[in-house]
């Protein structure tokens, strides 16, 4: 099943809704001076479990990602990261409606920015699929800790907007809102229509009680969805079902990069679609920008490696090598024609069919019965020498009328 439909009339919307979108609104307040930011982590050694899964390995040959730009909406990514050092730009922040975007107190943003563009630092097994990038971080939360709990739906358009603008290849919105609006729907529709990747997190309220209310910007059409998977391969417990999943991809326990240095682990469908949006970055840079329904998402979702199924997982677990190198048909799928209906009058040639094979069953009966007699006839004349086997008719002796004189049996 594909999400990515498009059609004109959402294109002509969305450039009236992105520039309602564009224009600043109310300010809302930075992240106080005092707030408690997220602490560093120390190094870990051991190659994540996330990585084994995905082998960036296999796509180093093909492409690292080259100049692309990925925009990160999120809390901030943290530049001073040495595995991130010299490859993110001053961003925006679009909380405050202004400023810089390259530190992070939150943490969550540096988290989403590890596993896509991560370098390989000393004495650490941990590496982002997409090493090459830039990232472009875009603040959408500052003081809510954890990502995916929730944005400003105008906050976010005006994030996506700016990412736009600022010429991102692909959009990670691993912040998301749970608040539909015109002016969010027309910055993504915005985005879409200038080719590029918009990739959302599907939510993390998938163990609520009641009515889960829809991720946004995943439930609109054209966003790649991402949900969360468990190192056994089955749903995290807090990602969301329902039909704006496209892909899954890890999202418990994974290693990460931690705000001012070190490493964490993160969980959540925010972090699992720093995985997606770094295949779709990878995609992009060998591939081009992949005209036609569905473009860079589609080759994600039928390249996706089957999962057990059910509307948690979409199309399967999403597979950076076969994104890559696979190469799917352009052409749609035509249905199949109808059968032709059956004949009601019986055909000359049925009917000579028909002759045939009785006068051939007639023919395979006789031989049968001729074999079977010649079997049984032909062991007994040789015994008997081929003479007559009807026995002589006895002879007809006469009984006296009268008994004889008794026996003496005994002198």
């Known amino acids: 099943m594909s999400r990515f439909a498009r059609t004109t009339a959402v294109a002509c919307v969305a450039a009236v809704m992105c520039a309602v979108g564009a224009a600043p609104a109310a300010a809302a307040p930075r992240a106080p001076a005092n707030q408690r930011c997220a602490e560093p982590g120390p190094p870990i050694a051991a190659v994540p479990w996330a990585q084994k899964l995905l082998g960036p390995e296999r796509v180093r040959p093909f492409t690292r990602g080259g100049t692309f730009v990925v925009a990160v909406l999120d809390s901030g990514v943290d530049a001073r990261h040495p595995q991130l050092a010299g490859r993110v730009l001053d961003g925006f922040d679009a909380v405050a409606g202004s400023g810089r975007a390259d530190d992070d107190c939150l943490g969550t943003g540096t988290q989403v920015a590890g596993v896509i563009a991560a370098r390989q630092g000393q004495s650490v097994g941990f590496v982002g699929l997409a090493p090459d990038v830039t990232i472009l971080p875009i603040r959408v939360v500052a003081e809510r800790f954890g990502s995916g709990t929730g944005a400003e739906p105008q906050v976010l358009a005006r994030g996506i907007t700016e990412a736009v603008a600022r010429g991102a290849n692909v959009i990670a919105v691993s912040t998301i809102t749970y608040k539909d609006s015109p002016v969010l729907e027309g910055a993504v529709a ?7 990747v918009v ?3 599907a939510g993390d309220l998938g163990d609520e009680r009641g009515t889960i209310p829809t991720p946004y910007p995943a439930g609109y059409d054209d966003v790649v969805g991402v949900g969360a998977i468990r190192e056994s391969g089955l749903l995290w417990g807090k990602s969301q079902q329902g039909e704006y999943v496209d ?3 890890p999202g418990e326990n994974v290693p990460t990069l931690s705000r001012a240095g070190g490493m964490t682990v993160a969980e959540g469908t925010g972090v699992a679609t720093g995985f997606v949006a770094a295949t779709a970055v990878l995609v992009r ?10 473009g860079i998402g589609r080759q994600l979702e039928r390249t996706a490696v089957p999962a057990p199924g059910g509307p948690g997982y979409g199309s399967g677990v999403v597979d950076p090598y076969a994104a890559v190198t696979a190469r799917l048909a352009t052409a749609s799928p035509e249905p199949l024609p109808d059968l032709p209906a059956l004949a009601v009058d019986e055909s000359p040639a049925w009917a000579r069919a028909r002759d045939v094979a009785m006068v051939g069953t007639g023919i395979a009966v006789a031989v049968v019965l001729i074999v079977v ?7 007994r004349g040789r015994r008997r020498f081929w003479r007559t086997a009807v026995a002589p008719a006895p002879r007809q002796e006469t009984e006296p009328e009268e008994p004889g004189p008794p026996v003496q049996l005994f002198p």
């Open 199 to 201: 990739v959302a997190a």
């Open 373 to 379: 007699v010649v079997a049984v006839v032909m062991p």
């Open 285 to 294: 840079s060998r591939l081009g920008t992949m005209q036609g329904r569905g």
């Open 190 to 196: 915005n985005a879409v229509a200038k080719g590029i």
């Open 247 to 249: 892909v899954v991809a």
